[in-house]
């Protein structure tokens, strides 16, 4: 009945088991100790919602109409000790209901049901200073959370949310961060500027295992601007090399001859390794104005904004497959449409990225396994998304999204599990909205707490 | 998956004690139980396990262990957020060549949110969305529950028995409102819900995901009657028409094996869509009783209750050709124990189906080949009993010839029955301590 996948699940559970043991001794150290408080937070959700067009390559795993809905428990417990140790350990339950209709020759559909356990956060952290909100130097480790631009609603954060060699961009239904596994060490030195590194192990995409190492700053200029940069060294300690660089015969790099490419005398192969760069932009409108309304109208926290983010995923260019930057360079643009508080976010997303080979077969064995000349590079390169989001208070809420976007159908809870899923190889971690008809939508509500 | 378990058990339980801060106590309660299980099938219809496997041996001995744990968070006095998974081990054991076998397994219990205006027991008007467990005959403890599909189907029947856990889980909406007078409350429940597998092993029924809409009203007059009645249009929003609706679906004939067609000249064929009435009584003796009688007897002794359903209202051509055979009643009866035990209710059902109920099957097309048990099946009886023995740990167990299944760790029923002849009988005892 469990959906648990066995894999990712090795791989963090060194971490995930420390931190409550940690904790555990933490509080007995502290027994007494009225320092301490726990607060618990949690939500539940249910969720329906649709693949409206799909491109027709994908006809036969995921057709049109595909039908998606999904209950889901989210509980987690938030300790803070004499407000310098934080600890935060949650987990998600949830059960995915598919139902999709005919593939390609096909009479009937097929309708599916799955269990789902996901680790949510399992994080210790120590802060320096008085605040542990605003604290001068945060060191935490464990399984967390990571957003670095707080504007994106859906497409963005592409400095963890994509890959390089291969290239692919990962969105996730109001969930728009990414997950990370290691050391993330957070300063801010002066007031509005934000510097972190982090030390992360891959848990998701292959190789699995490899350490990458990254970079990312930020900085808020008064309440109009917000800008920020980031590096990240994908890969840059390996586990194992012969994964993280395959030699095998499919990975060999030729060049537009048909020649094999040596590194001297050794033959040269792709390999997942990569750094990417990002720079991203924000613009509030309302840091401007000297009121919070607009012509007699109240204007929501999160409205006229206008927010920028690109990312090369890849710098350096290989023959064939990797040989231009501009097929590994997103870029988006957002503006959050003024409701005057009617909802607490409406927000169009633009995104383009130049396809020469298609982002949506990724196998994983190695950086070109799966690679297609993508007869749809031409509309794959454009994406978009609507997003809106309502609070009503008493921690209920209503989300909701539509667009083609970087879908990916998966039988996890979020994508991050079931990009790399074992079960899923080349179809289920598959985009599925490639051309300029295909879209999407789903529809949440959620109580939280 | 034992390490999946210690990770809930430290993620969660353990801390949880530490809620000492006054305001979080106030707003996160935790609950859940723990229990161990076994049973055995006596005697079977399938005494090698040839349908329904190794499982369903005669004297096979099955045991279960399990765990829930269950939070309850209330942000607001309107809000309440309940959330809880269990976890379980089944090990089944026969004595034959190869029939043991060991299952584990986790599984989302509930995951809901409510909102509520008034008294949450009894509200002006209440919303709950998300996964939850719903119960409308209160007195019934074993048979009975039928309006659900979780627990009995129309098109073709079936109907489930799942000891200690009479009631149904449903994923959707409801919206709840309810009146109080004196001498009288009156509820009102509207569902809007999407239908789950019911069997593990089983397709179940595809279209999985259709949306099934249910209206209940229950009336309990002068502390002693309560009367319900429901109507439900199973899978009445279809997400797919070729799984609701499929093309090969058997086509009808009529009594002369004509075809039935419909006035466009199409061929009539089966559906899974129905429509299913219910009607539910309970009457409380001890109130007719004097008092110092009464006083002697538990809260639960002494009630009377009976329920029927129509398990779809349309006939449709030799296959389902008489309404009469696809009413379920069951009647039962708290025997008076004076506190010996919390209750001990005897239940016995009639189903006048003609056709096989021995698989829960994939489509709409009933089965009717005699297997020497058709007659025999239509009769049921258990008696299931409960006793607290001390705060928190109660026994309880049953024995009777039921709609039973045998059920994997993660607490679905298997496909098949093995319950149907007239010397065919079961029991299980369970050890729970709940929390």
């Known amino acids: 009945m469990y959906g648990f996948r066995e894999g990712n699940y090795k791989r963090m559970k060194k971490t995930i088991f420390m931190l409550p043991a940690i904790f555990l001794c933490l509080r007995a150290a502290f027994a007494a100790d009225p320092d301490i408080s726990v607060t618990p937070s949690g939500s539940v959700y249910y969720q329906a919602g649709q693949l409206v067009n799909t491109t027709l390559t994908s006809q036969d795993a995921w057709p049109d109409k595909t039908w998606d809905q999904r209950a889901v428990l989210k509980a987690q417990l938030n300790a803070e000790i004499r407000k310098h140790v934080q600890i935060n350990v949650g987990i998600e339950f949830g059960m995915l209901i598919l139902v999709q209709p005919p593939v390609t020759g096909a009479a009937q559909g097929t309708t599916s049901m799955t269990n789902i356990v996901d680790p949510l956060i399992a994080q210790g952290a120590y802060s320096f200073g008085d605040d542990s909100q605003n604290s001068p130097l945060k060191i935490a480790l464990g399984y967390f959370p990571f957003k670095y631009d707080a504007s994106a609603n859906n497409m963005g954060e592409y400095l963890f949310r994509s890959g390089a060699y291969p290239p692919f961009i990962i969105n996730t239904f109001d969930d728009c961060q990414a997950r990370l596994l290691g050391l993330h060490v957070s300063s801010s030195p002066i007031e509005n500027l934000n510097l972190d590194m982090l030390f992360t192990n891959e848990t998701f995409f292959k190789p699995w295992g490899d350490y990458s190492l990254s970079f990312v700053a930020g900085y808020k200029l008064k309440n109009v601007l917000d800008f920020g940069a980031g590096i990240s060294f994908k890969d840059l300690l390996s586990v194992d090399p012969a994964l993280r660089t395959p030699k095998t015969s499919k990975n060999i790099i030729y060049d537009d001859n048909g020649n094999v490419v040596t590194n001297g005398a050794d033959t040269s192969y792709y390999t997942f390794q990569g750094t990417k760069l990002m720079a991203r932009a924000s613009f509030d409108f309302k840091g401007l104005l000297n009121s919070s309304a607009l012509f007699g109208l109240p204007m929501g926290a999160n409205d006229w904004k206008v927010y920028f983010e690109s990312a090369i995923l890849g710098t350096t260019n290989y023959p064939r497959y990797f040989e231009n930057l501009s097929d590994r360079w997103p870029v988006m643009i957002g503006f959050d449409v003024p409701t005057f508080t009617i909802f607490d976010v409406l927000s169009l997303e633009l995104e383009y990225c130049h396809v020469k080979y298609d982002h949506y077969s990724f196998n994983g064995t190695n950086p070109v396994d799966g690679f297609n000349a993508d007869s749809l590079a031409g509309e794959a390169g454009f994406r978009w998304s609507i997003f809106l989001n309502k609070t009503f208070g008493n921690g209920i809420g209503i989300s909701g999204i539509v667009g083609k976007d970087h879908f990916r159908p998966t039988f996890a809870i979020s994508p991050w599990p079931g990009i790399d899923n074992p079960l899923s190889q080349g179809t289920y971690g598959s985009e599925l909205l490639m051309e300029n008809s295909d879209w999407h939508y789903a529809l949440r509500m959620t109580y939280s707490f | ?435």
């Open chain 2, 1 to 435: 998956m034992k390490r999946i378990f210690y990770f809930f058990i430290f993620a969660l339980i353990v801390p949880l004690h530490l809620l000492g801060d006054e305001e979080t106590t106030k707003k996160l309660t935790y609950g859940g139980f723990v229990y161990y299980q076994f049973g055995q099938i006596v005697k079977s219809e399938d005494p090698t396990g040839a349908i329904g496997g190794s499982q369903q041996y005669d004297k096979g001995w099955d045991q279960h262990v399990n765990f829930r744990l269950t939070l309850d968070a209330a942000p607001s006095p309107s809000v309440r957020i309940i959330g809880g998974g269990e976890f379980g081990i089944a090990t089944f054991a026969n004595g034959h060549a190869n029939g043991t076998s060991v299952l584990t397994a986790f599984s989302l219990k509930e995951a809901q949110g409510i909102y509520t205006v008034g008294d949450y027991k009894m509200p002006l008007f209440q919303a709950a969305l998300g996964y939850f467990p719903y119960k409308y005959n209160a007195p019934a403890n074993n048979f009975g529950e039928y309006f659900f599909s979780y627990r009995a189907n129309a098109y073709s029947p079936y109907i489930i028995n799942d000891f200690d856990n009479c009631k149904a889980r449903l994923l959707g909406l409801r919206l709840s409102s309810s009146v109080a007078i004196p001498s009288q409350s009156f509820k009102f429940d509207g569902l809007l819900t999407s239908e789950l597998p019911v069997a593990s092993g089983v397709e179940t029924f595809k279209s999985v995901g259709d949306y099934t809409l249910s209206f209940l009203v229950d009336d309990k007059l002068f502390k002693c009657i309560d009367i319900g009645a429901g109507i439900s249009w199973y899978k009445l929003l279809s997400l797919d028409q070729t799984q609701t609706n499929p093309y090969d679906a058997t086509q009808v004939v009529d009594k002369n094996d004509s075809l039935v067609l419909l006035s466009n000249g199409d061929t009539l064929r089966l559906t899974q869509q129905s429509t299913k009435l219910m009607l539910h009584v309970s009457i409380d003796l001890k109130k007719f009783l004097p008092d110092g009688f009464a006083s002697l007897l538990s809260k639960d002794d002494g009630i009377l209750y009976t329920e029927e359903a129509i398990l779809g209202l349309k006939n449709y051509g030799k296959y389902y050709d008489d309404i009469l055979k696809r009413i379920p009643v069951m009647v039962g009866f708290n025997v008076p124990c004076f506190n010996a035990v919390d209750f001990l209710s005897v239940e016995m059902e009639y189903f006048g189906w003609n056709g096989s109920l021995l698989i829960i099957p994939g489509n709409p097309t009933p089965t009717f080949t005699d297997d020497g048990y058709l007659s025999q099946q239509m009769f049921r009886w258990s008696l299931f009993s409960q006793k607290t023995i001390a705060k928190g740990f109660a026994v309880k167990g049953i024995i009777g010839k039921d709609h039973f299944r045998t059920i994997d760790a993660g607490g679905s029923v298997t496909k098949s029955e093995s319950l149907r002849g007239n010397d065919n009988w079961h029991y299980v005892v369970r050890f729970m301590y709940s929390f």
